[in-house]
C-alpha cells in the first residue's frame, strides 16, 4: 500500500494542539498517510505558549507532499504579509497538492495568494479581520470547514479535526473515517455546513437536555420523524425544544436528522448491496430521488458515483 504524504507547516506562534492534530488522526489511518512537519526554513519556531520546537524537515519537503496542511498560530502573530521564507516555502508546493488551513492558517493562504478562486472561512472572531485583508476571498465564518476543490479551509481547533476526518472519509471512505473517529474517541462526523459557533453547548444546570433525544432518533432513522415526534420523546412543547435543539447541537433538528440521514446512507453504499431506493427506504427518505438530492447536496456525487468511488467492482 502507497501511502500519501501529508507535510505539515509549523509557523511562528503555531498551537501546538492543532499542530499535532494531523500527526494523531491521519497517524491513525492505517498507514494511509506519512505525516511529516517542517518550518519555513528547518530551524526552531516559538510556539504560542512557553516553548520552542524543533522539527527534522525544513521546507524543501513541502515540494513533495500530496497534501499541505498549514497550522493555525496565534492571531497576535499574524503578519499583515508573509515574511519573505515563509512565501518562498509555500511557492515549493506543488501544483496539484491539496492544501488544508486550520483556523487562523487560512490567513497564510489569503496571504500567499492560494485562496484566490476559492471559498473559505476561518475562526469566526476573526472573520471581520479577514475580511478587511482579503476583501475578494469569500467567507463563510458560520462553518466549521468549507472544501472547495483542492483548497479546504477549517475554523477553530476542534474543527481541524472535522476536516481531517473529512480528508479520511473522501480518500478512503467512511469505515475507515469511524474507525479513525473511534480510536481516537471524537465524533466521526459533523458536517462541515454545521454551525461554527453553538451559543449554549451545555445546558443550564436542571434544564432537560436533547441527548437522549438524539440518540433515540438514531435508532429510528427510517421512520418519517417529525419534529412533534421529537419533542414529544423529549417531552418538551414544539417551540422549546426546537430551540434547545439548535442550543446544543447549532443546527435545527430537521437539518440535523438530514446528516444523519445522509451520513447512515453514505455507510450503506460503501457496506452493502442494497439498491438506491432500498438504502432511501432504510435511512428515511421516502424516495431514492430524495436520496439522491440530499445525497448531492452534502458531498456534490450521485449515489452510483459516490460508491463506484468508495465500493469499486470486484
Given at each position: 500500500m502507497q501511502s500519501e504524504r501529508v507535510v505539515v507547516?509549523?509557523?511562528d506562534g503555531v498551537y501546538p494542539f492543532e499542530l499535532g492534530m494531523p500527526s494523531r488522526i491521519l497517524g491513525a489511518a492505517d498507514g494511509h498517510y506519512e505525516v511529516l512537519t517542517c518550518t519555513a526554513d528547518g530551524g526552531p519556531?516559538?510556539?504560542s505558549t512557553d516553548f520552542t520546537i524543533t522539527v527534522e524537515h525544513g521546507p524543501e519537503v513541502l515540494a513533495t507532499a500530496d497534501t499541505v496542511i498549514v497550522?493555525?498560530?496565534?492571531p497576535s502573530r499574524l503578519p499583515a504579509e508573509l515574511p519573505g521564507t515563509v512565501g518562498a516555502a509555500l511557492a515549493r508546493i506543488r501544483p496539484d497538492a491539496r492544501i488544508v488551513s486550520i483556523c487562523t492558517g487560512a490567513f497564510v493562504l489569503a496571504a500567499a495568494g492560494l485562496l484566490d478562486g476559492h471559498r473559505a472561512t476561518t475562526h469566526w472572531q476573526l472573520a471581520d479581520l479577514f475580511r478587511s485583508r482579503y476583501p475578494h476571498i469569500p467567507l463563510d465564518p458560520d462553518v466549521l470547514f468549507v472544501a472547495?476543490?483542492?483548497v479546504l479551509t477549517?475554523?477553530?481547533a476542534a474543527s481541524g479535526v472535522d476536516v481531517l476526518l473529512h480528508?479520511?472519509?473522501e480518500d478512503h471512505g467512511t469505515r475507515l473515517a469511524n474507525a479513525v473517529a473511534r480510536c481516537c474517541v471524537v465524533p466521526p462526523f459533523r458536517d462541515g455546513g454545521q454551525a461554527q459557533y453553538i451559543e449554549q453547548p451545555v445546558p443550564e444546570p436542571g434544564a432537560a437536555s436533547t441527548a437522549a433525544t438524539r440518540a433515540w432518533a438514531l435508532q429510528r432513522l427510517d421512520e418519517p420523524l417529525a419534529l412533534a415526534d421529537l419533542a414529544g420523546h423529549a417531552r418538551m412543547s414544539l417551540r422549546t425544544f426546537a430551540r434547545r435543539f439548535h442550543d446544543?447541537?447549532?443546527v435545527s433538528p430537521g437539518r440535523w436528522l438530514i446528516q444523519q440521514r445522509v451520513a447512515r446512507a453514505r455507510h450503506l453504499l460503501e457496506s452493502s448491496d442494497l439498491s438506491v431506493d432500498q438504502i432511501a427506504g432504510a435511512v428515511g427518505f421516502a424516495t431514492g430521488a430524495s436520496l439522491r438530492q440530499h445525497l448531492h447536496a452534502a458531498i456534490g456525487v450521485s449515489p452510483q458515483a459516490y460508491r463506484r468511488t468508495f465500493r469499486p467492482v470486484r
Open positions: 507547516l509549523a509557523l519556531v516559538r510556539t497550522a493555525a498560530i496565534d472547495d476543490g483542492r477549517s475554523a477553530g480528508l479520511i472519509r446544543e447541537v447549532g
